[in-house]
């Protein structure tokens, strides 16, 4: 795939970028190794002072990265200044809590006593130079929520991003080096995906973090297996949206027309297997139809633009794909299912609703990354559990209603990495963020992300 800015929304490539010659991905993995020896030792005040200097910079670039975002992937303009604002709130957070995130931990008197020590001290301390491998969905959200508490930590990174969004990649490389990082400190590499495997191997690198398909999740553990070397995957999900007859329908149907469309669908926290009870499922269904059809399509550039198109030409293909294959098996389409007309020049796909959906459809087990749902019906709690789990996947869960009781049971039961009562799965810089089965392993954000790519380290002083 070439590295390239292609505009999703008119199918016109404006810029084109030469992958980095071995001669200078080898300096920039160098300078990235003698960065980590300098940044390292640098205090947490001076890190929380760096991270508060970039956040400050985002704010002040956000209607031109967003712009970027928007002209890369397709993104609605008001939704990548969201992304961008988030960002920058991430930075300031980590900045804010590190510190106590990181603490030195000290055992009690007696445990060290125990173990023949005078004293016991448990450190954190960074692991080295990270590669990152990051998506195109979310290109400066995925990249940041990682960035930031490594840089805190005290790594620094090496960022292969998507090869569709090269702009923002560079964008992000800038905006460390403004805010006054030690040189290398974070880097943008621009290579194809077939570089990942030697820069992987490279005794300097330290570990890595993937965000992206199950394949190239795949391959990055493999590879990162057999070097013993520490990874962070994040695999997408099909994410599932419980509705019980004690939830508030027409709020758990409002918020699913967003669940389900929030960047243009193409969100691995997106809800996009919707498993309602028998008896609210036809209101639900009614008003979760009309919500999805009353979505504004068209330029992400707009501001009106509630969905625009699918980032690449391939992903509207296997969309169709995944759609044609359930309603020739039985599905009923509610709305959409096509291409929306007027819109031809771009990658556009319209909001749709698929009814009678069952086990027997590729859609059921495959991530649609697309502005699709797919509604089945169920008897109750006990199958709205049992369906919810029979896919690979478990990154997270969504779970509408007002008995205790079933709350308690979806806690328990969902095989996910979370579980959000009566309202939409969102990533926060406080809550940790990732998932079980093919979803992948390991925590991003909060506390536990930023101890990922940590040297946790048994400081044991003798009598």
């Not at 300078?31 to 508060?52: I, K, N, P, V, Y």
């Not at 603490?103 to 692991?127: I, K, M, N, Q, T």
């Not at 993937?210 to 994410?239: C, F, W």
Request: net charge negative; proline share 5%; with cysteine.
């Amino acid at each position: 795939m070439p590295i390239a800015t292609v505009n999703p929304a008119t199918g016109e490539t404006l810029r084109t970028f030469d992958a980095l010659a071995p001669d200078a991905l080898e300096r920039r993995i160098a300078l990235a190794r003698a960065a980590f020896d300098e940044h390292r030792t640098t205090g947490l005040a001076r890190r929380a002072e760096l991270l508060t200097r970039a956040a400050g910079l985002l704010d002040e670039d956000r209607e031109g990265v967003a712009r970027t975002m928007t002209t890369e992937m397709g993104k609605p303009i008001a939704a990548a200044r969201a992304e961008a604002a988030k960002c920058a709130k991430a930075m300031r957070w980590y900045a804010a809590h590190a510190g106590e995130l990181l603490a030195d931990e000290h055992p009690s008197a007696a445990d060290a006593e125990d173990s023949g020590a005078a004293r016991v001290v448990v450190r954190y301390r960074p692991l080295g130079v990270v590669l990152a491998v990051m998506p195109w969905n979310f290109p400066l959200w995925q990249v940041v929520r990682f960035a930031a508490p490594a840089l805190m930590a005290g790594n620094t990174g090496l960022l292969k991003h998507a090869s569709n969004v090269p702009q923002t990649a560079l964008y992000l490389e800038d905006l460390f080096r403004r805010a006054g990082y030690p040189e290398g400190c974070f880097q943008t590499l621009l290579v194809g995906s077939d570089a990942v495997e030697g820069i992987l191997r490279d005794p300097r690198v330290a570990a890595a973090t993937l965000t992206g398909s199950e394949p190239a999740g795949r391959s990055v553990a493999a590879i990162a297996g057999d070097e013993v070397k520490k990874t962070v995957l994040e695999l997408g999900g099909s994410d599932p949206y419980l509705v019980m007859p004690s939830a508030d329908v027409a709020r758990a149907a409002a918020t699913a027309v967003t669940a389900r469309t929030q960047n243009n669908g193409q969100s691995c926290i997106a809800a996009k297997r919707f498993v309602v009870h028998t008896d609210v499922h036809d209101a639900f269904c009614e008003l979760f139809t009309e919500g999805m059809r009353r979505l504004a399509v068209g330029d992400p550039m707009e501001e009106s633009t509630q969905v625009g198109p699918l980032a690449m030409e391939q992903g509207r293909a296997d969309l169709e794909e995944l759609v044609d294959d359930a309603v020739r098996r039985g599905a009923t389409v509610r709305t959409g299912g096509r291409r929306p007309s007027g819109l031809e020049r771009g990658w556009f796909y319209e909001p749709t609703v698929l009814t009678g959906v069952h086990d027997g459809m590729r859609i059921h087990r495959e991530e649609a990354f697309g502005p699709v749902a797919a509604v089945y019906r169920v008897a109750d709690a006990e199958e709205a559990v049992a369906l919810a789990n029979d896919i690979p996947f478990g990154l997270s869960s969504n779970a509408w209603t007002r008995d205790e009781s079933e709350m308690a049971r979806f806690a328990r039961d969902i095989e996910a990495g979370g579980v959000f009562f009566n309202g939409m799965t969102a990533s926060h810089p406080a809550l940790p963020f990732g998932g079980v089965k093919r979803s992948g392993y390991g925590r991003e954000l909060s506390g536990h992300g930023i101890r990922e790519f940590c040297n946790v380290t048994t400081l044991w002083y003798g009598p």
